[in-house]
């Protein structure tokens, strides 16, 4: 607990406060800029237990907004689960760290349901929020909604299944993600401010038995300034009356191309196999690099990123047609 002494110093969370952070466990959704922040004050704030899922690697571009990553992570195309674990393990040795590399979805998060007591949405888009928006309504699992785009911030905490949704915030889900920060980008200092601010709201909805929900935050760095809204409950919403759940195909299923990345995302049927994959590149004389998320290679001008789980990126193209032909070069 000595560790811990200056927050317990502060009267709001004292050492009961800091007790009952202790045997929480805290599922973060998403390890880039707001996650890595928010994991990295999780974890010296000494929350029991944080589980990171990420379904991406460290790149170059990245180190401008995020916390725990290291150009040798870029280097290493590190898996961003794994590296930020790694990271705070050594920030703090009391808390247990558990890292998941894939996306976040009904079959990678459903095991942990019951083992989750709050739910941070760290994550880039809004098909990944419309599922947490239902998964935790679902599994009554009190969540953080959270994102920002250029110098803009937005948070709302949702405790399920009495206070308002995200669907009685936004109405219907935006499909595009027309203020993604890959698009119109984000300033870096914003980013620690926000994260601040969703770590605050969670230790609050943990100690302060009165916390409220209901109420949407949003902060622009720029002009400093910040309001908040009351969110009503909706009687007739989707997602946090009937709580229907995902139908369409996630995602992270399709073939799409991740706008401003220059990348087209693909899915293997199964599982990747690695062995198998290796013996073609060893046929075509083609060299790869691997680690213990990935394995890549470079072919022609394009770059491909194999994950475990059968994601594959294709970088080097935002063309579908174009990715197709290539991709198909290597897979059925
Ligand atoms: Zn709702």
């Given at each position: 607990m000595e560790r811990y002494d200056r927050q317990m110093r502060v009267k709001n969370i004292g050492k009961v406060g800091q007790k009952k952070l202790l045997t929480k466990t805290i599922l973060i959704v998403g390890v880039g800029a707001i996650g890595s922040y928010a994991a990295e004050i999780c974890a010296r704030m000494g929350f029991g237990k944080l589980i990171l899922i990420d379904r991406d690697y460290v790149e170059l571009s990245n180190l401008q907004r995020q916390s725990l990553f290291t150009e040798q992570d870029a280097l290493d195309k590190q898996a961003k689960a794994y590296a930020a674990s790694k990271a705070l393990q050594l920030i703090n040795s009391d808390i247990e760290i558990e890292y998941i590399v894939d996306d976040a979805n009904v079959t990678s998060l459903t095991p942990y349901a019951g083992a989750i007591d709050y739910i941070l949405d760290?994550?880039?888009n809004f098909m990944t929020r419309d599922f947490l928006n239902q998964f935790c309504f679902t599994h009554q699992i009190p969540w953080i909604f959270t994102s920002c785009a250029g110098n803009y911030a937005n948070l709302m905490p949702i405790i399920p299944p009495d206070s308002a949704c995200l669907h009685c915030l936004l109405g219907d889900i935006p499909?595009?993600?027309?203020?993604s920060c890959d698009i119109i980008g984000v300033d870096g200092a914003l980013i620690p401010i926000v994260a601040g601010m969703q770590v605050s709201l969670l230790t609050q909805m943990i100690i302060n038995p009165d916390f409220k929900a209901n109420t949407y935050y949003q902060l622009d760095n720029w002009h400093f300034s910040f309001r908040s809204l009351e969110v009503k409950k909706r009687p007739d919403c989707s997602g946090c009356t009937t709580g229907k759940m995902v139908?369409?195909?996630?995602?992270?299923e399709q073939t799409v191309t991740l706008c401003g990345r220059d990348t087209v995302q693909f899915r293997l049927p199964n599982k990747s196999n690695y062995l198998e994959i290796k013996q073609l590149l060893a046929e075509q004389k083609i060299t790869y690099k691997e680690n213990p998320a990935l394995l890549s290679f470079n072919y022609e001008k394009f770059q491909f990123v194999i994950f475990k789980n059968g994601r594959v990126l294709l970088h080097g193209t935002e063309n579908i047609t174009e990715a197709k032909k290539t991709y198909h070069l290597f897979f059925n």
């Open positions: 760290c994550t880039d499909q595009t993600n027309a203020a139908s369409e195909v996630p995602f992270s």
